[in-house]
C-alpha cells in the first residue's frame, strides 16, 4: 500500500506500528489539505443508518456546569442511544435524576487523510435503566472497552439527530 503525498510515517515508540506521523506546524497541515471539502445534509433515517453502523462515539453531558466530553461505546436500539458506564462516573448521576438529562451523542467516520466521511449528532435524554430485563440484555449486548467495570447502562432517547456528509469539493453529486 502506498502512502498518500505529503504524509510521513512514523514508527510508534511503544508499539512499533507504523502510522501517518502529525504535522508539526499548522503552515504544514495547511500544504498537505486535500482540496476543499463540501457537505451534504443527511436526512434523520441516513444519519440513523450510519450511526448504527459504528460502535463508537462521543457523549456530551454537563459536569459542574461546564460541558464536558466521554468517549464511549454504544449500541442503537429502536430509537436510543444505548452506552455503559460505571455508577461513580458524572454521567450517571445525570442520567439518575428524576427526568433524566439532556445530552448531546456525536460519531463519525472522517478520513483523517483525504477530509471525507461523515459526522453524526443526537440530542436527547438520558437516562438510567433500571428495569431488570432491558439491564441484562443490554449489558448482554453492549460490552465495554474500558475500566473500571461498566456497570450501569444508561439510555439516550433520541429527540433530535443531524448529520453531514463530507465530500470532495471537485466531485459534483
Given at each position: ?162 448529520g453531514i ?9
Open positions: 500500500m502506498s502512502t498518500p503525498p505529503g504524509v510521513r510515517l512514523e514508527q510508534h515508540h511503544e508499539t512499533g506500528d507504523t502510522m501517518p506521523s502529525p504535522a508539526t506546524s499548522p503552515a504544514e497541515s495547511l500544504t498537505t489539505a486535500p482540496s476543499p471539502r463540501r457537505t451534504l445534509k443527511l436526512t434523520e433515517r441516513e444519519s440513523l443508518d450510519l450511526l448504527r453502523s459504528v460502535t463508537l462515539g462521543r457523549v456530551v453531558f454537563t459536569q459542574h456546569a461546564l460541558p464536558a466530553i466521554r468517549p464511549v461505546n454504544h449500541i442503537v436500539d429502536e430509537e436510543a442511544v444505548i452506552i455503559r458506564s460505571h455508577l461513580g462516573a458524572a454521567i450517571v448521576s445525570h442520567s439518575a435524576v428524576r427526568g433524566g438529562a439532556v445530552v448531546a451523542y456525536e460519531a463519525e467516520d472522517l478520513d483523517p487523510v483525504e477530509h471525507v466521511g461523515w459526522s453524526v449528532i443526537v440530542t436527547g435524554t438520558a437516562r438510567l435503566v433500571t428495569e431488570p430485563a432491558a439491564v441484562t440484555r443490554y449489558r448482554k449486548l453492549l460490552r465495554p472497552w474500558v475500566e473500571p467495570e461498566m456497570d450501569q447502562v444508561i439510555s439516550i432517547q433520541i429527540e433530535m439527530i443531524s456528509r463530507l465530500v470532495d469539493g471537485r466531485r459534483q453529486d
